[in-house]
């Protein structure tokens, strides 16, 4: 872990502390932490002891290991706030294999500032979670115990600035991102070329959330630029106190080489539904399909991933801090996109996973 990090935290509240504004709330800080043990069985065996390359939480099989282990320190005033949060795990080395030393166990660090006295209007800065999708690298806040193909290949976390404006109401939030990259905090070396983000949330009701994220930006170095547009659509609703519901939609598309007017394109729509059977049991089950033909985001060019997957997840809550997660999951290709043991390609992968998701 980065050795000056608890320094910089320390610097910061300090200097949010001085600034908090008289007859404030008291400012408040928080440390929590999180821990996620797992185990992963892959039934075709492989030599690598991991999953397919384009899974990147729970990646290892035959193994009992962490997938994500997290300390976060916050502090929160009325126009200030500040959080830095440090990790480890199977998660960040397969996540942030990009990124410098100095970085690969940042899992957040960002400062924030309101900008009106009147209204929630922020300006927020430094390493934070992606604002596109509904999954979270958190295990515990997902529904299910993996993350889906979409999630595993957009962005979890990005590195920029973000002002973010939400309705007194707190039913409309919308935010407009600069950012370095697809999923970076280093800009690739040779790229100068800024990216785009955006956000808009509708939340009529406590049942309904509908959201629409989107990115636009150059991810490689400018002699080869190549744009790269990308739209997530999600809506969750709760159906009555025991059912639950979301629906997403991530399209993309990419220019084919610097200045050609062709692009290639990629779509994955997926459902999950989840029963609440008790206070203690949920389950839940999905259905996704990610298609990207020529291979932009996952596999060679033009010869990418076309899979439809299947899974059904089982939680148990033994403590109110801990959850013991279990899920079986079938991905199916149509090109034969996986590997047996003995390197022959196949159509189909199964493997259960099951994991403590500890927070405290």
Same mark, same amino acid.
């Given at each position: 872990?980065?050795?000056?990090?608890?320094?910089?935290?320390?610097?910061? *509240? /300090? %200097?949010?502390?001085?600034?908090?504004?008289?007859? +404030? $709330? =008291?400012?408040? @800080?928080?440390?929590?932490?999180?821990?996620?043990?797992?185990?992963?069985?892959?039934?075709?065996?492989?030599?690598?002891?991991?999953?397919?390359?384009?899974?990147?939480?729970?990646?290892?099989?035959?193994?009992?290991?962490?997938?994500?282990?997290?300390?976060?320190?916050?502090?929160?005033?009325?126009?200030?706030?500040?959080?830095?949060? *440090? /990790? %480890?795990?199977?998660?960040?080395?397969?996540?942030? +294999? $990009? =990124?410098?030393? @100095?970085?690969?166990?940042?899992?957040?660090?960002?400062?924030?500032?309101?900008?009106?006295?009147?209204?929630?209007?922020?300006?927020?800065?430094?390493?934070?979670?992606?604002?596109i999708g509904f999954e979270s690298a958190i295990g515990r806040d997902n529904w299910t115990l993996t993350r889906s193909v979409a999630a595993e290949n957009s962005p979890y976390y990005?590195?920029?600035?973000?002002?973010?404006?939400?309705?007194?109401?707190?039913?409309?939030?919308?935010?407009?991102?600069?950012?370095?990259?697809?999923?970076?905090?280093?800009?690739?070396?040779?790229?100068?070329t800024p990216a785009f983000g955006w956000q808009l949330t509708w939340t009529p009701s406590s049942a309904v959330t509908v959201n629409s994220s989107g990115f636009v930006g150059n991810d490689f170095p400018d002699d080869a630029r190549r744009m790269r547009w990308f739209h997530n659509l999600y809506a969750t609703f709760a159906l009555d106190e025991r059912w639950g519901l979301t629906l997403g939609l991530d399209t993309g598309a990419q220019q084919e080489r610097k200045g050609s007017g062709r692009t290639d394109s990629w779509v994955s729509p997926q459902a999950i539904v989840r029963y609440k059977a008790s206070d203690r049991l949920s389950l839940a089950g999905r259905i996704e399909s990610y298609e990207d033909p020529d291979g932009v985001i996952v596999g060679p060019p033009g010869a990418g991933l076309r899979a439809l997957g299947?899974?059904?997840?089982?939680?148990?809550?033994?403590?109110?801090?801990?959850?013991?997660?279990?899920?079986?999951?079938?991905?199916?290709?149509?090109?034969?996109?996986?590997?047996?043991?003995?390197?022959?390609?196949?159509?189909?992968?199964?493997?259960v996973t099951t994991s403590l998701a500890v927070s405290f």
């Open positions: 872990m980065p050795r000056c990090a608890p320094v910089v935290t320390l610097a910061v *509240l /300090a %200097a949010a502390g001085a600034a908090a504004p008289t007859g +404030a $709330a =008291e400012p408040t @800080t928080a440390l929590s932490a999180y821990v996620e043990p797992y185990y992963s069985w892959d039934f075709d065996r492989p030599a690598g002891n991991e999953r397919p390359p384009f899974i990147y939480n729970y990646d290892r099989v035959g193994e009992a290991t962490v997938n994500l282990a997290l300390v976060r320190g916050a502090y929160a005033s009325e126009r200030l706030r500040a959080s830095v949060a *440090l /990790a %480890a795990g199977t998660y960040m080395d397969a996540n942030y +294999a $990009a =990124e410098s030393d @100095t970085f690969r166990n940042v899992f957040e660090a960002q400062v924030g500032v309101r900008l009106s006295e009147t209204r929630d209007l922020w300006l927020d800065a430094g390493v934070f979670p992606s604002h990005e590195a920029g600035v973000k002002l973010g404006y939400r309705t007194a109401d707190g039913k409309w939030f919308v935010s407009g991102l600069l950012l370095n990259g697809w999923q970076r905090i280093r800009r690739p070396d040779g790229n100068t299947l899974s059904v997840n089982a939680d148990w809550v033994l403590h109110e801090a801990v959850v013991w997660r279990l899920e079986a999951r079938q991905l199916e290709s149509r090109d034969d996109a996986f590997a047996s043991r003995g390197g022959r390609p196949k159509s189909g992968n199964f493997a």
